[in-house]
């Protein structure tokens, strides 16, 4: 769909101060993961499992109330909710490490009971974001574009990965963080207090910067061509009305069965793959393959994201008519035979390393365009906030299940880990079969 130049450049000035908040929000969620390698047994692998699981558990949750209210308030409220809220948490929690490191025993304090309170709040916080940012682009862009449009959410995603990752570890490595701790430790805080700043910062820029509607900014409202196509969106709708219409949707509902799927996956390598590089590098196994992945490990998922997004995006609008399941499908295959392949690898850093950055192009691509593009059109622009809700709200349940799960298996035994990621990519698969021919309503009427 054309647009004009004016439009397209207002356009980019309201999504890409979203997604850097975005890209930002993320940095204050996987930072825990630094957090974790960096504090060693202070913090266990059950600790960040449980302290992740719990953060997740809440995350999901809280979209039954916050999807249903971004679709009432506007997702620059819902934005703005998110920065000011998350960058609160980051703040406390970096301010609790703080006095824990300054203590005579580190080891008494209750760490893990502290965390999951904290972390917890971070993680209500944080779900304003993905159902505030597909509620305004859902007004801004065509069923036709959106799929092109979950490359930048890919991007946004994997940009965000990489400040977690791998910028929070250049601040650890950084003169100003390095051995100013108390007792010469490094001063771990700075991982939170640093996105903490930049979220109170995008805060302000958005109040200015950000607007709900093209309406809004000075331009014509127009149909996206989506699953609200010809209704009247001033019209009021009841809460419980809409979140009918979502929860009895058959796609929305496929959709969150794979999204559960993709929780599990996602963060099943995300997380734990630096740990396990961590391990093998301190036992002096693998030679340099684990050091090199675990050092560039952001930069990685970064270039995975970008390379995903755009590829699942680029097939479902030119391939396959705007259609997002066979896209998704071929991601999901691939993803299980990769996974296949990890079962082998275990102690390879170098044949791990390669496998895993395919997972992470499969997975993210898939995220960006299930989680970002399909909840717009199937929810349409009246619900795009309670179905991402929705959806999202069933990606972490299944990342708690992985939380849970791995971090009990893998303090045990590495070797699992590939075998209980296998069969989600399998269900995964089984379950875009069912909606492979499935389009938002109003590209229906066009048919």
């Not at 092109?148 to 977690?164: D, E, H, P, Y």
């Amino acid at each position: 769909m054309l647009h004009a130049k004016g439009f397209r450049y207002r356009r980019f000035l309201n999504w890409f101060p979203m997604g850097l908040t975005y890209a930002l929000l993320y940095m204050g969620r996987y930072n825990l993961t630094v957090s974790k390698n960096a504090l060693g047994n202070l913090m266990t692998k059950a600790d960040f499992g449980w302290i992740f699981g719990i953060g997740a558990v809440v995350y999901a949750i809280s979209f039954l109330v916050n999807g249903p209210l971004v679709d009432r308030i506007g997702g620059k409220r819902g934005i703005l909710i998110a920065a000011f809220g998350a960058g609160g948490a980051n703040l406390a929690m970096g301010l609790y490490l703080w006095r824990v490191m300054g203590m005579e025993d580190p080891a008494t304090a209750p760490l893990r009971l502290v965390f999951s309170l904290l972390y917890a709040i971070n993680m209500y916080f944080q779900s304003y974001g993905a159902v505030s940012i597909v509620k305004v682009n859902a007004h801004w862009f065509h069923v036709k574009e959106r799929g092109t449009f979950s490359g930048i959410f890919g991007v946004m995603i994997s940009s965000g990965i990489f400040l977690a990752f791998d910028v929070s570890q250049r601040i650890l490595e950084s003169p100003l963080v390095a051995g100013r701790g108390f007792s010469g430790a490094d001063a771990t805080w700075w991982v939170f207090f640093s996105p903490a700043a930049l979220l109170f910062l995008l805060f302000f820029v958005e109040i200015f910067m950000l607007r709900d509607r093209p309406s809004q900014a000075g331009f014509k409202d127009f149909d996206t061509a989506d699953e609200s196509s010809g209704e009247d969106l001033d019209a009021r709708i009841p809460t419980r009305q809409l979140l009918r219409r979502i929860l009895t949707h058959p796609v929305i509902l496929t959709v969150a069965g794979i999204e559960f799927c993709t929780g599990v996956l996602r963060n099943g390598v995300m997380h734990w793959f630096p740990i396990l590089a961590k391990e093998q590098e301190l036992a002096g196994l693998g030679g340099q393959g684990w050091t090199f992945m675990l050092r560039h490990w952001g930069l990685l998922l970064m270039v995975a994201g970008i390379i995903g997004g755009n590829l699942a995006g680029i097939l479902s609008d030119k391939v396959f008519q705007s259609r997002r399941a066979p896209s998704a499908g071929f991601l999901y295959a691939s993803m299980a035979l990769l996974i296949l392949g990890m079962g082998f690898s275990l102690s390879q850093g170098w044949v791990l390393g390669f496998l895993v950055f395919g997972i992470s192009i499969c997975v993210i691509g898939t995220h960006g365009l299930l989680s970002g593009t399909a909840t717009m059109d199937f929810g349409g622009r009246r619900g795009a906030a309670t179905a991402v809700g929705i959806i999202d709200g069933f990606v972490y349940l299944g990342t708690a299940v992985q939380s849970f799960s791995l971090g009990w298996i893998t303090t045990r035994n590495w070797s699992a880990w590939p075998w209980f990621l296998l069969p989600f990519a399998l269900a995964g698969f089984f379950l875009l079969t069912r909606i492979w021919k499935a389009m938002p309503g109003g590209m229906k009427k066009r048919s």
